[in-house]
């Protein structure tokens, strides 16, 4: 007998490379390009160092107080925690408790089959459809929760509203997940919601639209009966996990209504520039609503192309999976990084 | 049916008071009296807070490094973690997967039974002596895993290293936790023990002899195979714990030897002290190896003192328990806070 027998062994989740070259073109992990609001560097400046000796909030109330006033909701509609990972990781362990299988699409954030794994949770993978569209029908039989990313992820496909809100009614006995970490690039969010249905959980980060990935922040919406659940989930695991430069960072990004309408609409309008480009060049994708654009090319190898871009210094992400081997997804990056982008895959064309 | 039938149900750990009144003796939750390093302060004005709009590195590398370098260890030998209830929290996922129970005394860190209550894995609780030390041989018997705060917390008492290795020794079929949050201030670390045993995790923190319980770090040792398990289980649950704040921070404070030394020594120094005049006051107490006194007054009720103190605005940490309820847990806080303490306590006892 040995210890290791006890050990709960998993296959662990791959991030997205972090090189350390300095001057590459990162376009692999969908973080956004444009730099934290200035609010964020006014708080950092007034934040008083020696207060770090002591243990932070662990009711994050400034973080959850900027979050509900931006939101216009309660304080006890909100969550947060570690980034997104760790608000869906706790929701998958508070509420996929049962012997029937979670739902996802085939095609999603391949962190949801991890965690499944990690809590021995059963789960069923539903196939996209072959445009990358989610069948809200799909999602009608017996489960033991849903998990649907809107825009979802890597295509950055969104489902309209009333599919979302389709899915949600037809499963009132199980909790449903729409994890939003992209929908202010350009979904509908099912934030509104929450006030009619008490099994919906929205899922929201500071990784992408609030420049914050560095920091790990998400949150998330739910009633205030889910958020007690989770919130006493979370307390069972972590008292404190949300550390002072989170909570006052945070609250101050949240505060800047007006930094961050202008630099996702950058984003927003970047992408549209970007998607008019690529499709002179022959790439094919979908109606992209994300910071990324999932594209394949039908004469060249996805492998090819990310080897091409990696070797002229731009990083994008490729996926070794079926049905979307031969795609890449390439984050939206400044203006000028979109133009060198666009310059090397006319060069690799011979365009 | 209803979803609130799959919610996992736990009866949440009540972390201590964290008030926000001005100019209160805080002596309850162990903090550190002292601010953080100057290293920290150096570190945080030359942080690129630009940078922040970036994942941070999920291998945690400029921490794992500083902790590796700081205790001549390889830092395949090193686990990070958002505090080290966090650490604690994965390593119990990871590691108490057995039908048997995972031993720890009754009178402990409350979170112990917390997570094995979170995560459905069997325990079962060893009555401390009655003079609050460990009989290592009451950890002999089959069991699926045990955990032994060395200080022992709340009650502040030391196992001297042989009984620990006593204990690991007898259960080399099974994962040994030994948790040394409080080892900086006069117990002797189980650290040496990893070469000899593949069974053993310590698990260490920032919050207390670092200064830093703002910014929630934890650590842990092992020996490479088991570090790379539970990795493996925390890159499951989310790949990027720790902010960028944390590494950068966590990293500084690990490089000023100096500062932690003569930290430390001045605490120690404190406690001695105080535990004469505390002795001069009627009470009664172990000998506390830790950054706090777990005391009581044979003659006063734990609660009636707690009252005075509160009511004087010195906050100290009182434990609605079997066994304890009659004893105050008081944190070493700075010669000046202890001095108004033992005026209080005088006050108090008409001396």
């Known amino acids: 007998m ?21 001057n590459i073109i ?31 909030d662990p009711t994050c109330s400034v973080l959850v107080d900027s979050i509900a006033s931006f939101y216009d909701v309660k304080k006890e509609n909100v969550f947060v925690g570690v980034g997104s990972d760790d608000v869906l990781s706790m929701a998958f362990l508070t509420f996929f408790n049962s012997d029937k299988p979670v739902l996802f699409p085939d095609i999603t954030y391949s962190f949801y089959d991890v965690w499944a794994d990690l809590y021995r949770i059963p789960y069923k993978q539903m196939p996209l459809k072959d445009d990358f569209t989610i069948d809200p ?33 037809h499963n009132r006995d199980v909790v449903v997940i729409i ?3 992209y929908v202010d690039f350009g979904a509908e969010s099912a934030l509104p919601l929450i006030d009619k249905y008490d099994n919906l959980l929205v ?46 960072l945070g609250a101050a990004a949240m505060n800047d209504r007006e930094y961050f ?12 520039r970007v998607k008019v480009q690529l499709k ?20 060249k190898a996805g492998k090819d192309i990310f ?27 400044t203006d000028e990084e979109m133009d060198r982008l666009i310059e090397v895959l006319k060069e690799y064309l011979g365009k």
Chains 1, 2 share one sequence.
């Open 2 to 22: 040995s210890w290791e027998e006890y050990v709960r062994k998993v296959v662990p989740y791959t991030p997205g490379e972090q090189p350390k070259i300095k």
């Open 26 to 56: 990162k376009l692999n992990t969908n973080e956004n390009p444009y730099p934290p609001s200035p609010l964020v560097y006014k708080a950092y400046e007034e934040t008083e160092l020696s207060d770090f000796r002591k243990y932070p």
């Open 137 to 169: 029908a799909d999602y009608y039989g017996e489960n033991g929760g849903v998990v649907i990313a809107n825009p979802n992820a890597p295509t950055g496909v969104k489902l309209p509203l009333d599919a979302i809100e389709d899915i949600i009614s």
């Open 179 to 181: 994890d939003e970490a």
């Open 203 to 248: 899922v929201r980060t500071y990784s992408k639209s609030r420049s914050l990935a560095g920091l790990r922040i998400g949150y998330a919406f739910g009633c205030e009966k889910l958020i007690k659940y989770i919130l006493d989930a979370k307390f069972s695991f972590n008292s404190y996990t949300m550390n002072m430069p989170s909570l006052i």
């Open 261 to 272: 309408e202008e630099t996702t609409a950058k984003v927003v309008a970047t992408r549209e």
């Open 280 to 299: 002179e060049l022959g790439f094919e994708f979908g109606d992209s609503r994300a910071n990324f654009i999932f594209a394949r090319h039908p004469e």
């Open 307 to 333: 080897d091409y871009l990696r070797a002229h210094d731009i990083i994008v992400r490729r996926f070794d999976k079926p049905r979307i081997n031969e795609y890449l997804r390439i984050s939206i990056g």
